[in-house]
């Protein structure tokens, strides 16, 4: 078995959405900007499709998470950019909790303390 990392890493259920609310914390982003932070956040082990990423974004609108509205990119082309709102940072907050205590529990199994047997 190889000890290299794996070139894409496949999305656990519930995953994208807290990725999306997360890369829209510190403010707008257009859909594309949304993937490509992840995947640059990411160190290209993550790579987000369009065939997933729109159906996210509408989900999260419907849920209230955020909103979008049309605007002009950086490169002056009308983008649809989406915000966190305020029960979307709240969302967020509780995610990342529950990813951080998933996290540390996983880390535990993975690598006990005691080494199973040394």
């Known amino acids: 078995m190889s000890n290299r990392p ?3 890493i496949e999305f656990l ?3 994208l959405d807290v990725l999306i609310l997360r890369t829209l914390r510190p403010g707008p982003q257009h859909g594309h900007a949304i993937a490509k932070h992840i995947q ?3 160190e290209d082990l993550l790579q ?4 997933s990423l729109y159906p996210a974004l509408h989900r999260l ?3 209230g998470w955020v909103v979008a509205s049309w605007e002009l ?3 002056g082309k009308r983008a649809r950019f989406y915000r966190l709102t305020p029960r979307g940072r709240k969302q967020l907050a509780a995610e990342q ?4 205590a998933f996290s540390r529990a996983m880390g535990l199994i993975l690598d ?3 080494q199973e047997g040394k």
Request: proline share 8%.
């Open 13 to 15: 259920q519930g995953t």
């Open 6 to 8: 794996p070139s894409r």
């Open 40 to 42: 640059r956040t990411s």
């Open 73 to 75: 990119s950086d490169k």
């Open 97 to 100: 909790s529950q990813w951080q």
């Open 61 to 63: 609108e419907v849920r």
């Open 112 to 114: 006990p303390a005691d």
């Open 48 to 51: 987000v499709e369009t065939g």
